[in-house]
Nanobody
């Protein structure tokens, strides 16, 4: 079993900043990719940012230059620093982690979601 615990969402004014955190725990041998997705009301879930085990990052165009994804491998934690937030960033943000389990299998795990609301 692998669990993800997210934190850091909330209400912020446009132009403000928030930092999301997602900590993984459980039967983990190693963590491969770690990412953040978001889903706004009435829209499909979209990939916001991903970081590989080697530290390579990828962002959706709409957040490039404003959001930064990072990870702390010692803490099995991924972060999403969100700056210059816009009302269109309002969504539930989900952490997504791909792990190699202690038994040698691959497992994709989702966090419970954290709401980010950006007021204009």
């Amino acid at each position: 079993q692998v669990q993800l615990v997210e934190s850091g969402g909330g209400l912020v004014q446009a132009g403000g900043s928030l930092r999301l955190s997602c900590a993984a725990s459980g039967s983990i041998f190693s963590i491969n990719a770690m990412g953040w997705y978001r889903q706004a009301t009435g829209k499909q879930r979209e990939l916001v940012a991903v970081i590989t085990s080697g530290g390579k990052t990828k962002y959706v165009d709409s957040v490039k230059g404003r959001f930064t994804i990072s990870r702390d491998n010692a803490k099995n934690t991924v972060y999403l620093q969100m700056n210059s937030l816009k009302p269109e960033d309002t969504a539930v943000y989900y952490c997504n982690v791909v792990v190699t389990t202690a038994k040698g299998g691959y497992l994709e795990v989702w966090g419970q979601g954290t709401l980010v609301t950006v007021s204009s």
